[in-house]
């Protein structure tokens, strides 16, 4: 009895938190609009250091966990929807090996690879 009430606090107190299982049997939570939020930025500040020739920002937290979790793949899906896509990792190493590997965000450029000046 006691445990359910606490399990019931536990939820209330969570409010709008999303979860998915991590490898080790525990639970990550996160804010759905905050994961987003993390993911584009990446995404932006990735396209920017790419123009600007320097490295990449590290990954979100999010994107750690994902790549930590039991279930990669419905982790991925549960914490980013049908915006993985946008992501500048490559989806396939982080859903079947967990690895977080930058991928080319230019068609038919290689990552690292200097872009043509178009400005002429």
Same mark, same amino acid.
Do not use: W
């Given at each position: 009895m006691l445990r359910g009430k606490l399990r019931k606090l536990e939820k209330s107190l969570r409010?709008?938190?999303?979860?998915?299982?991590?490898?080790?049997?525990?639970?990550?939570?996160?804010d759905p609009q905050a994961a987003f939020s993390q993911a584009f930025l990446f995404f932006s500040?990735?396209?920017? +250091?790419?123009?600007?020739?320097?490295? %990449?920002? $590290?990954?979100? /937290?999010?994107?750690? +966990?994902?790549?930590?979790?039991?279930? %990669?793949? $419905?982790?991925? /899906?549960?914490?980013l929807g049908g915006f993985a896509h946008i992501l500048p990792v490559d989806r396939d190493a982080l859903v079947e090996r967990g690895e977080l590997?930058?991928?080319?965000l230019v068609v038919g450029q290689d990552l690292g690879e200097p872009l043509e000046d178009l400005s002429e």
């Open positions: 409010g709008d938190l999303s979860s998915f299982e991590l490898a080790d049997g525990t639970r990550y939570y996160y500040d990735s396209m920017k +250091a790419d123009h600007n020739g320097s490295p %990449r920002p $590290d990954p979100p /937290e999010i994107l750690r +966990a994902v790549a930590g979790a039991r279930n %990669r793949e $419905d982790a991925l /899906e549960r914490a590997v930058s991928r080319p």
